[in-house]
């Protein structure tokens, strides 16, 4: 296992988050300062921003890594600013790892500006939920690259994906990451398939920087290691038509990791999965009296309240929703799939058997599943409220609704404090374990290509 001791040595305790203009000149600084790393302008986003990206090392493989994959997402800057000036002081490392680095610390400036308020800070539940959006999936840059296979003719990539194909119409890639950030609980490493070689490094990534592995249940293959079904969103698709299923999720576009495949069979991708809060008793896997099923209960109920919450008030305010702008577009499509029912293939539900069920729950279990759904769904709630606060023709209507969205809002975040114990995570500490990981997922995807 490659030392980073030193590699990893001086990550800065940042504060906040860079905003895309700091990312910019982080970028342009980075790439003046050090003969090692060139700039590439891959293009425009739909607005006209760049789209940067840093070309570090030269080496026998090719590895694409991103920033902001989910606008709000934001550590994608502060992470690829170090790796970036770490790759180009350290040669031996770099030589020694044998890849060639594309970093692109924001592939999507425009849905990155829509949440710089909670990247400033404070990076509270309360704060992000106020302040978040999260640019449609329909127009998110990962998602939507061409595929052509039995009933889907998709080709109406983004300026942002064609940012992205730019780079892997050129060339063979062995490993790609997109730096996700989920918001409550532990890393999960979000993997294509069973990878065993692997999980010892990324445990040891985690431990090194206080992180410990995700304890709600999912599709786990090993503790903190899922295989993430998003990553095959087309195929996804396709096994649901192929099953007589006509209503299906609609989707524009394949994965970055299924188009990265077709290229190269062989690429690998994993996605560290960092969390911004967390309560410690996640700590703690002491068996309760309680089974599973009644916190995976309680997490429906909560589901269920708010997106019928959500949909009754969508309901009320659409007649007097005049003025488009990109949080009314974003919840026309979170609102589509309570409407129709449809099956989701870009996040599919998970379902647990009875055995899982009837498990006594851990406190970690507990505490992970039941206050997950509050502090993700409050961040819901809040982009409700600024689909409302951006309407520009306001009426008494609008008002109301405002203020019931916002009490809501009020309400889960008295819950949250009351019943779990907030703690955010340091962007150092989320830094240095995905940095870690991401090594060694580019080794791991090296020594398996052909």
């Known amino acids: 296992m490659i030392d980073l001791t030193d590699f990893l040595a001086e990550i800065p305790e940042w504060k906040q988050y860079y905003t895309v203009d700091e990312i910019h000149q982080k970028t342009k600084e980075n790439a003046e300062e050090y003969p090692e790393i060139t700039y590439l302008n891959l293009g425009k986003s739909t607005?006209?921003?760049?789209?940067?990206?840093?070309?570090?090392g030269e080496g026998k493989y090719n590895a694409l890594i991103h920033g902001f994959p989910n606008s709000e997402e934001p550590i994608g800057g502060n992470l690829l600013d170090y790796f970036a000036r770490r790759l180009a002081e350290d040669s031996e490392t770099c030589e020694a790892i044998d890849y060639t680095w594309y970093l692109i610390p924001c592939s999507d400036p425009d849905g990155a500006r829509l949440n710089e308020s909670l990247q400033k800070g404070p990076h509270t539940p309360l704060n992000f939920s106020l302040?978040?959006?999260?640019?449609?999936?329909?127009i998110t840059p990962e998602w939507c690259f061409p595929?052509?296979?039995g009933p889907l003719d998709l080709n109406r990539p983004t300026a942002e994906t064609r940012a992205l194909m730019s780079l892997m119409d050129r060339m063979d890639f062995h490993f790609v990451s997109s730096l996700h950030m989920m918001k409550w609980g532990g890393i999960t490493y979000q993997v294509p398939h069973v990878c065993t070689e692997l999980y010892g490094a990324l445990w040891d990534s985690a431990s090194r920087y206080g992180g410990f592995p995700r304890k709600r249940p999912g599709t786990t293959v090993a503790p903190g290691v899922s295989v993430a079904y998003y990553l095959t969103v087309a195929r996804g698709y396709l096994r649901q038509w192929s099953s007589g299923n006509t209503?299906?999720?609609?989707?524009?576009?394949?994965y970055i990791y299924e188009y990265g495949q077709m290229r190269n069979p062989f690429m690998f991708m994993m996605i560290p999965e960092c969390t911004f809060w967390y309560d410690p008793r996640?700590?703690?896997?002491?068996?309760?009296?309680?089974?599973i099923g009644e916190s995976l209960k309680k997490a429906q109920d909560i589901v269920e309240d708010v997106q019928g919450f959500m949909l009754d008030?969508?309901?009320k305010a659409l007649p007097y929703l005049k003025t488009m702008t990109p949080f009314k577009f974003k919840y026309e499509k979170m609102m589509e799939p309570l409407i129709t029912k449809h099956t989701n293939v870009s996040n599919p539900v998970l379902r647990f058997d009875n055995d899982t069920h009837q498990r006594k729950a851990s406190v970690a279990e507990q505490v992970a599943i039941e206050g997950r759904e509050v502090a993700f769904r409050m961040t819901h709630l809040g982009g409700l409220k600024r689909v409302l606060d951006a309407e520009t023709e306001k009426n008494?209507?609008?008002d109301e609704l405002q203020d019931a969205v916002y009490e809501k809002i009020m309400a889960y975040d008295k819950r949250l404090n009351?019943?779990?114990?907030v703690k955010i995570n340091p962007i150092k500490n989320n830094v240095g374990m995905m940095i870690s990981s991401i090594i060694h997922s580019a080794i791991y995807a090296k020594n398996r290509q052909p």
Do not use: A, H, Q
């Open 47 to 56: 607005k006209g921003d760049n789209i940067d990206c840093l070309k570090i």
């Open 131 to 138: 302040n978040y959006y999260r640019t449609p999936t329909c």
């Open 147 to 149: 595929f052509r296979f």
């Open 247 to 254: 209503n299906i999720e609609p989707i524009t576009g394949c």
């Open 282 to 291: 996640m700590w703690n896997d002491t068996p309760t009296e309680e089974p």
């Open 313 to 315: 008030t969508w309901n």
């Open 396 to 398: 008494s209507v609008i």
């Open 418 to 421: 009351r019943d779990f114990d």
